[in-house]
């Protein structure tokens, strides 16, 4: 039995596609793992990273709270 290039190419894509469903499943499993860790549900949305105000600006708020 001897293949194409045509056809060896879509089995190909395919199992690109398989391997990246994979890759994209493994992921979300480590993710929800990770937040039930943290003690968060997946359903609630994505976990924004909470940032400190820099250091510039807690200077600026204190010189402006002194006047």
């Known amino acids: 039995m001897k293949l194409t290039k045509k056809e060896i190419e879509t089995l ?3 199992l ?5 469903t994979e890759k ?4 979300r499993i480590n993710v929800r793992r990770k937040m039930q860790k943290q003690g968060k549900s ?3 949305g994505k ?3 909470q940032s400190r105000p820099s250091r510039s ?5 204190r010189k402006r709270s002194l006047n």
């Open 12 to 14: 190909r894509a395919i």
């Open 16 to 20: 690109q596609k398989l391997e990246d």
């Open 24 to 27: 994209q499943e493994k992921l």
């Open 42 to 44: 997946m359903n609630k």
């Open 47 to 49: 976990v924004k990273k």
């Open 57 to 61: 600006k807690k200077l600026i708020h």
